[in-house]
């Protein structure tokens, strides 16, 4: 570990999130539902954003800007690609805490993942080899980010299609001592956990009962599709249908771990109108209900 990564994560900067919604469940705030969601009164905690759409201004923000009035605003990065061998673009955070600042988003989050190399950057969030080594990569990267941004953010876990020979931990102990390390929180995507848990024939629920639930502040459900290699079945994480059922099991195992935290519903391909999207942020809802009551609390702030 390198002396200047101590040094960053033993600042004293203050790094504390803004107070969760009072409302738990949110969805993301994707250009299709710029206007619908403007316009109509939604039963809805909470709209996520991903802040490289709104990096130049323009009538991106505009909308950002009316939709922020109405609801508390989280921001997922796509692009921060904490897990590159190199430090974060200073460009990148830059353009990031200019958003924060304007909007004060109740949480910040980006990918356990790369996706940059020298100049070239790749639309993909690439997997990591949970190694010692790399462990310290990301966690330079992410403590470089939080001393920057003088917040606290949330790491999720990947979707992955292969895994690394090398590997010296599990993915859980591998984000477990990311978060121990550097202060940083969990971003739990349960849809990822389930479809990295098929592709690899590892155990969902044994990797959910690894994590530390003081480190989890957010969970994301989404859709994935079913693709044939050879005689074998992946699944990819393509956010373009209904969370599936076998999701939405594992989603009720994190609930009872976890307790009543910000939950995320992603779709980001195939968009269905606003209120098929709405309709899956209820079922959260309702498992939250089923298994807190309705007047549950928060387990993370």
């Known amino acids: 570990m390198s002396t200047w990564v101590t040094t960053i994560w033993t600042t004293n900067i203050k790094m504390t999130n803004n107070t969760p ?18 316009e109509t009164d939604l039963d809805l905690g909470w709209l996520e954003v991903h802040p490289e759409n709104y990096f130049g201004g323009g009538i991106n923000r505009h909308f950002l800007s009316l939709a922020a009035e109405k609801y508390p605003i989280s921001m997922h990065g796509i692009g921060l ?29 980006d990918h356990a993942s790369w996706s940059a190399s020298g100049n070239a950057h790749l639309n993909d969030l690439l997997p990591l080899p949970y190694t ?14 939080q001393n920057f941004l003088g ?19 599990s993915e859980f102990e591998f984000l477990n001592t990311l978060a121990e ?16 848990s098929f592709n690899h024939g590892l155990d969902a629920v044994e990797y959910i009962d690894g994590i530390n639930p003081a480190f989890v502040g957010e969970m994301h459900l ?11 079945t992946i699944l990819i994480d393509t956010h373009n249908n209904f969370v599936r059922a076998d999701v939405w099991k594992l989603y009720e195992h994190a609930v009872k771990r976890f307790g009543v935290i910000p939950t995320l519903i992603e779709w980001d391909q195939n968009f269905p109108t606003l209120d098929i999207l709405v309709s899956e942020a209820d079922k959260a809802r309702a498992i939250l209900q089923k298994i807190h009551g309705k007047e549950a609390s928060y387990a993370a702030g």
Not at 103 to 109: D, E, G, R, T, V
Not at 183 to 193: P, T
Request: glycine share 8%; proline share 6%.
């Open 81 to 109: 690609s904490l897990g590159s061998d190199q430090p974060v673009s200073k460009d990148h955070l830059g353009n990031l805490k200019e958003l924060v600042d304007l909007y004060n988003p109740f949480q910040i989050s």
């Open 151 to 169: 917040r606290k953010i949330l790491v999720e876990n990947p979707s992955t299609y292969v895994g690394f020979n090398n590997d010296e931990m």
């Open 132 to 145: 010692k080594e790399t462990l310290a990569r990301l966690s330079d990267n992410v403590a470089r980010t």
């Open 21 to 38: 919604p009072a409302e738990p469940v949110g969805i993301g705030l994707r250009h299709p539902y710029y206007k619908d969601v403007l």
């Open 222 to 232: 989404a859709g994935h599709s079913e693709h044939q290699a050879g005689e074998h």
């Open 181 to 196: 390390k550097t202060g940083c929180c969990l971003l739990l995507d349960i849809n990822n956990i389930f479809v990295q």
